[in-house]
T-cell receptor
Framework: DTAVSQTPKYLVTQMGNDKSIKCEQN?????MYWYKQDSKKFLKIMFS???????INETVPNRFSPKSPDKAHLNLHINSLELGDSAVYFC???????????????FGPGTRLLVL | RKEVEQDPGPFNVPEGATVAFNCTYS??????FFWYRQDCRKEPKLLMS???SGNEDGRFTAQLNRASQYISLLIRDSKLSDSATYLC???????????FGTGTSLTVIP
């Protein structure tokens, strides 16, 4: 049973298109995250939701819009895709928002987005 | 200044060698510390948490130095399968998030 799953695994699309990535976790965690990992491999937080409420919104273009229909799901919609959006997007979850009592994060397998 | 800094490497070591990675963090209020491992084209996975007193898991030893604000990971008797990127992760209640280092690349050579 996959703990954190993402779809699609690969996404190849043209500039200007709108696309969505879905994430689901079956761990019963309250907190979910979206990270972007660029070609230099740096893992950068984009958004975090705790129990469906947005708690972290880093400096991300407003073309990126997260949505959490329930605490087990966190989707990412991207409008007007640009070349620089090409990266691997990881979803993650944790029991609580941050590392109290050694809470750790569990990552999904990643979505490899390529914008042409 | 970055929240978490690591030497990106790469570290290329022969099988059986001992290798150590260090990581420094800037927020003295940081409370939880971890090492994650990321294999090529895979997601990061927890390797081990880092406790104040230091902790060991088989060939892996993690240490925390709060006074100097750094954590370390020691790998003894390196195996080919240890080749990966090792990510230092720090979190604090005030920051309300996990901060990742850029990772240190390790290649173990036969």
């Amino acid at each position: 049973d996959t703990a954190v799953s993402q779809t699609p695994k690969y996404l190849v699309t043209q500039m200007g298109n709108d696309k969505s990535i879905k994430c689901e976790q079956n761990l019963g965690h309250d907190t979910m995250y979206w990270y972007k990992q660029d070609s230099k491999k740096f893992l950068k937080i984009m958004f975090s939701y705790n129990n469906k409420e947005l708690i972290i919104n880093e400096t991300v273009p407003n073309r990126f819009s997260p949505k959490s229909p329930d605490k087990a799901h966190l989707n990412l919609h991207i409008n007007s895709l640009e070349l620089g959006d090409s990266a691997v997007y990881f979803c993650a979850s944790s029991r609580t928002p941050s590392g109290g009592a050694w809470e750790t994060q569990y990552f999904g397998p990643g979505t490899r987005l390529l914008v042409l | 200044r970055k929240e978490v800094e690591q030497d990106p490497g790469p570290f290329n070591v022969p099988e059986g060698a001992t290798v150590a990675f260090n990581c420094t963090y800037s927020n003295s209020a940081s409370q939880s510390f971890f090492w994650y491992r990321q294999d090529c084209r895979k997601e990061p996975k927890l390797l081990m948490s880092v406790y104040s007193s230091g902790n060991e898991d088989g060939r892996f030893t993690a240490q925390l130095n709060r006074a100097s604000q750094y954590i370390s990971l020691l790998i003894r008797d390196s195996k080919l399968s240890d080749s990966a990127t090792y990510l230092c992760v720090v979190s604090s209640l005030t920051g309300n998030q996990f901060y990742f280092g850029t990772g240190t690349s390790l290649t173990v050579i036969p």
